[in-house]
């Protein structure tokens, strides 16, 4: 890919930097599988800390971090209860009934969140026809509600309502740094109201791969069996943990600036005839509802393309634009003249 190409289309997509490559180059490892990994081991005595558990386990995705604390939190038959936006439905290949055999009873609510309410509504009676409401699923940042971040009190009294009904909770955590970056709070304060809490360092923190579950000690081995199972287990994966160390010394600080580019191209995208910004910005994403006189999100995306702009389309009439370490306030600058271009606007000024 040339270096003029702007890639907006996930914050998965940074590269490892050259301090990154040399701390992986230079980590001391061994073989996790047999749990003799120190970098592996000290990355998960880390995150144990941070999130304020007892342990955590390292994992190769995102995705593995959810299904192994699904499989480890439930029993076939169960069900998760979980916002109908959340990536754990639309992007994780069914693998909740796939690897666990749980049904889903989805939520509906603004921007991916929810009340306590609707979760109070939605638990089955205890008796022989209904399924066991196991667990609630709770993503924040939520991916697909625009990267809103839940207001902490929100989030505890929502899972409050779960937990007095017996009921765990997982924290989607992919993006918990953006939830704290924007917020001031600690992963901790989120995750304390959680059993489970995931978290992904190949996202906005910039690692090549790797994500957490943090929990207690029972849970946390479950998940470690399970990681086994579901083939996660890695060997000398202390070069990846090396990378998650990196980032969590020096990127998380930095996010507040991806959230700012992503007001930036927010504002101006919003000025833009033809094209409006649905949900508000409050971290490192900007989704963007197209008018279909310019055609379906992905013909538009298409164009981008291009024209050296690479986002995705997330609905029929919706792109999605996602700032991240490897893109600054000239590449939004630069990107927001292509969208003006593509869809026929003249380029609008940029605060
Ligand atoms: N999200 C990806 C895609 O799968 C959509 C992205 O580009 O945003 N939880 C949340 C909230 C996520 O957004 C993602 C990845 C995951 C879990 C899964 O992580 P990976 O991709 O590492 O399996």
């Known amino acids: 890919m040339s270096g003029a190409i702007i890639d ?18 230079e ?23 941070v999130m304020g558990k007892e342990a955590a386990c390292f994992v190769p995705t995102g995705t ?6 699904i499989r480890a939190q439930t029993e076939p038959g169960d069900e998760v209860i979980a916002h ?34 609707d979760v109070e509504e939605a638990v089955r009676p205890n008796n022989v026809h209904s399924p066991h409401s196991a667990l609630l699923v709770i993503e924040n940042t939520h991916n697909r509600g625009g990267g809103a971040v839940w207001p902490l009190e ?16 997982h924290l989607d955590g992919a993006r918990i740094w ?38 207690d000690r029972a849970t946390i081995a479950r998940v470690a069996r399970f990681r086994k199972m579901f083939g996660g287990t890695m060997r000398q994966s202390g070069v990846l943990a090396a990378a998650a ?18 007001r930036r191209l927010a504002e101006a995208l919003s000025g833009v005839p033809g094209l409006s910004v649905p949900l508000p910005v409050e971290t490192n994403m900007c989704f963007v509802d197209v008018d279909p006189r310019h055609g379906s999100a992905a013909e538009l995306c298409q164009r981008l393309k291009a ?19 490897d893109v600054s306030a000239a590449m939004i600058d630069a990107a927001v003249a292509v969208v003006a271009r593509a869809v026929g606007a003249a380029p609008q000024p940029v605060a």
């Open 178 to 215: 953006n939830a704290c970056a924007a917020t001031g709070h600690s992963p901790a304060d989120y995750a304390r109201h959680a059993d489970t809490v995931s978290c992904c360092f190949s996202k906005g923190l910039g690692a090549p791969a790797g994500s957490a579950v943090a929990g």
């Open 64 to 69: 593995m971090a959810n299904q192994t604390a």
């Open 307 to 325: 024209a050296g702009l690479l986002v995705l389309p997330t609905a029929p009439q919706r792109v999605r634009f996602v700032c991240h370490l």
């Open 84 to 117: 109908e936006d959340s990536h754990i439905i639309h992007y994780e290949t069914g693998s909740p009934a796939a690897l666990s055999g749980v049904m889903i009873r989805p939520l509906r609510g603004h921007a991916g969140l929810f009340e306590a309410s």
């Open 154 to 169: 929100r989030f505890a009294r929502v899972a409050a309502s779960a937990r007095q009904r017996g009921i765990r909770v």
């Open 8 to 25: 907006l289309r996930s914050d998965t997509v940074t590269r490892p930097t050259p301090a990154m490559r040399r701390a992986m180059a």
């Open 27 to 49: 980590a001391v490892v061994g073989d996790d599988v047999l749990g003799d990994d120190p970098t592996v081991i000290a990355l998960q005595e880390r995150i144990a800390q």
């Open 245 to 262: 160390m990196h980032a969590l010394d020096h990127h998380r600080a930095r996010m507040v600036e991806d959230h700012a580019n992503a």
